[in-house]
């Protein structure tokens, strides 16, 4: 089994920064894809950005030139730091990783989420 642990939420004013860390553990063979998700109150989960095992990344349009995802492979850890926050970028966070088992299982791990809160 594996587990995600993220960190780094917090409250920040309009136009501040924040650097998320989402580090796994447990039974992994192998992390493919490592994506962080949010989701505002009374709104769907949205894509934020993702990034591949050779580093090819993907990001919402909404946080184009903001938003940066990074991972160590080492340390089984994704990045996301994000610059020049706006009142809309608050939600919950989650990291997702598509984790392969020893036994050939693949599936996606989720974090239990964090905090983003921007003041206006």
């Known amino acids: 089994q594996v587990q995600l642990v993220e960190s780094g939420g917090g409250l920040v004013q309009a136009g501040g920064s924040l650097r998320l860390s989402c580090a796994a553990s447990?039974?992994?063979?192998?992390?493919?894809?490592m994506a962080w998700y949010r989701q505002a109150p009374g709104k769907e989960r949205e894509l934020v950005a993702a990034?591949?095992?050779?580093?090819?990344?993907n990001y919402a349009d909404s946080v184009k030139g903001r938003y940066t995802i990074s991972r160590d492979n080492a340390k089984n850890t994704v990045y996301l730091q994000m610059n020049s926050l706006k009142p809309e970028d608050t939600a919950v966070y989650y990291c997702?990783?598509?984790?392969?088992?020893?036994?050939?299982?693949?599936?996606?791990?989720w974090g239990q989420g964090t905090q983003v809160t921007v003041s206006s």
């Open positions: 997702k990783a598509e984790i392969s088992s020893a036994t050939g299982w693949v599936y996606d791990a």
């Open positions: 447990g039974a992994i063979s192998r992390i493919n894809t």
């Open positions: 990034i591949t095992t050779r580093s090819i990344t």
